[in-house]
């Protein structure tokens, strides 16, 4: 009866952390400016199909995309033995599915092979980040909270996959035994190869082992649940949105400024659409913070999981410029995080003097290539390129900040129509003394 | 029996006057009215628009920078009014069909005019050459390429940015000759330094240029001709070879001007 009081408080506690920290992480994502990605549904939900839940993107690099798989796959199936965790804490019961007659075993065998499914994942993940040392987790970026966070998922997800053998394992000698109201329910295919490490044992260790275990797996996971919105770990949640938002025009379309298409018809001596207003407050240009990114920008920093696909593709990276599309993500995060924490704090006008441009700097925004090496490869369909267009249109037309060579460039596009300083008179000189063999 | 014969390359205020509408325009694009190099792959797409006797005009003097590379350097206000004038120009001559060799004047045309009111059917040289080859229009039986081998330098702006990764080889593909893939190829392609403004400015520091990479891809390969589609790729990779001392080796072409050499034209 306690233990049913104390189960139910804690879940109402983990469920009602949990939502707070949801919330706060869509209300920061709904600082940003508004975009209209509710187009196409169709498109979008077969995008999510293709992309999200069968992650054909993570195969690019096929031994991280397969244990991916594995693990992803394991969590949520394994998670089908949480509903019957569940049942049993709030009701008292003691594994209440077991009605289920000779498929229970059936069952609990199938989750108990997702659950290897995931151990084997996360050990070789810890291996390739830990000692094998993979490149793309170890750069500037990388430090020691991204490295931590990365171990400490794997590490529980370990832990919280191996207490469910030695859950089912105590719980099959007990019913052998014939013990208090472990009744028969079959054995389970993987835990009985943990039997004998623990077949000797009195049956009071055991059912504190059964019990321990079912305690660790059960306040494991509500602590995990509620550590993911703190962690790279949210792209649980996020990414299946985020692939659904996802940008649908070709990947080389970058988004257009229709709030100075007016401004310029009228430099240009144009005659302005009746429909076509100037908003003087949408007239900043580009992004300086992130409230000037739109919310889609936002989901985005929240969709990493800081994999480094994009940095290892990245042309600029690849020659060791200080550009890393991860790195901007991060950046975007840890500063959203940080406005958000303001909003808390201080109310929602309050501004510190900080903006993206303290976690970005200008040579990392002047060094890409806008090649969508990065975009492509994202698995969960995040626009690196985007933000980084944004911020330098704050810089070129804010700061009047572009590089001297852009500078030139751009006032000969304007004198004379070409980046470079040739008069637009001579554009057909090329055209002079063609000849063709006619046969 | 050859003959020389002169080309007069049609412009489109002449033309126009005639009251004759060119089925194309040929938007030469800035890199191909004055960069040196690229001036002999228009001069080379000319030559076999004229073979086959395509209907079409170039802008001249009229046309301007496509703004690309102002937008992707963040200059927004420079880009819309390049991107304004232009629509006006290329409306007033009813202009329907756009052909260009540079794939980033093919990507604003194609994706971002439209926003604009700019509405164009726009075709990307590689993708011309390979309607007219399937369309048994351009034939090609030389052997003057039979035994070389090429590679291709997928540019990103009509790769990842468009999707375009058939046409360029399937056009490679009716000349014959070898063509050996580098192992970053396609979607996985690397960029060869140029876009999003790098062209024009001095690279952020680094251990490597980003062309020196790529030329090093192009070399794994063994190939005798490096094959590009893009003006900038055409300057990054002529660079790459010469650091690399493999121009008198390793030759670098566009699409445009393998077909113009083994046509003879």
Known sequence: MISTIVFALLLASAIGLFTYNVRKITRNIKLGKDIDRKDNPVKRWLLVFKVAIFQSKMLGLPIAGILHLFVYAGFILVNIE???????????????????????????????????????GCVVFLFRRNVIRLPRFWKPEMTSWPRLDANIILITEVVLMTSVFFLNASDY????????????VGSFFLSSFFVPLIQNLPSDSLVFIDRACWWLHIVGIMLFLNYIPYSKHFHVFVSFPNVY????????????????????????GKPVEPEETTDM???????????????????????????????????????????????????????LEIVGKNIDKKGKDFTDDKSLFDFISAEELWACTTCNACTNECPVNIDQVSLIIEMRRYLVMEKAAAP?????????IENNGAPWQFSQQDRLLWA???????? | MTEKRKIEVPVMADVFAKGQKPEYLLWVGSAGAFDDRYKKVI????????????????????????????????????????????????????????ITCDPHVYN????????????????????????????????????????????????????????????????????????????????????????????????????????MERTEDVLETGADIIVTACPYCMVMMTDGLKYKNKEDQIKNYDIAELIEQTLEL
């Not at chain 1, 938002?245 to 018809?265: C, H, Q, V, W, Y």
């Open chain 1, 82 to 120: 949480m509903i019957e965790v569940m049942v049993d804490g709030l009701a008292g019961t003691h594994r209440a599915f077991s009605f289920l007659g000779k498929f229970y075993p059936i069952i609990i065998s199938a989750t108990e092979f997702f659950a290897l499914l995931v151990i084997i």
């Open chain 1, 173 to 184: 000698i007990l019913q052998t035994r014939e013990y208090g109201h472990y009744e028969q």
């Open chain 1, 245 to 268: 938002f996802s940008k649908l025009d070709p990947a080389g379309k970058i988004a257009n400024m229709p709030s100075i298409t007016r401004e310029i018809k009228s430099m240009l």
């Open chain 1, 281 to 335: 407050a949408a007239l900043s240009f580009g992004a300086k913070d992130v409230k000037d990114l739109t919310w889609k920008g936002l989901m985005d920093a929240y969709s990493c999981t800081e994999c480094g696909r994009c940095t290892r593709v990245c042309p600029a990276n690849i020659t060791g410029k200080k550009l890393s599309p991860r790195k901007v993500m991060m950046d975007a995060r840890d500063r």
């Open chain 1, 404 to 412: 001297g060579e852009l500078n030139a460039i751009f006032s000969n």
């Open chain 1, 432 to 439: 002079n003394e063609l000849y063709i063999n006619e046969k």
């Open chain 2, 43 to 98: 001069r080379a797409f000319v030559k076999i628009l004229t073979h086959l006797k395509v209907d079409y005009a170039v802008l001249g003097t009229e046309e301007s920078s496509s703004g690309d590379v102002a937008r992707r350097a963040g200059n927004e206000m420079l880009y819309q009014m390049q991107t304004l004038t232009n629509i006006d120009i290329l409306k007033m001559y009813e202009v329907k069909k756009i």
């Open chain 2, 108 to 211: 604003t045309f194609k994706n971002e005019y439209p926003d604009f009111g700019g509405n164009f059917e726009v075709i990307h040289h590689t993708q011309f050459l390979q309607k007219m080859i399937a369309e048994g229009k351009l034939k090609i039986d030389s052997n003057l390429l039979k035994d070389k081998t090429l590679t291709y330098h997928d540019p990103c702006y009509l790769g990842r940015a468009n999707g375009e990764y058939n046409a360029p080889r399937e056009v490679l593909g009716a000349i014959p000759s070898t063509l050996k893939e580098m192992k970053r190829n396609k979607s996985q392609a690397l960029c060869c330094g140029a876009g999003g403004g790098q062209m024009f400015k001095e690279a952020e520091k680094g251990d490597k240029e980003v062309f």
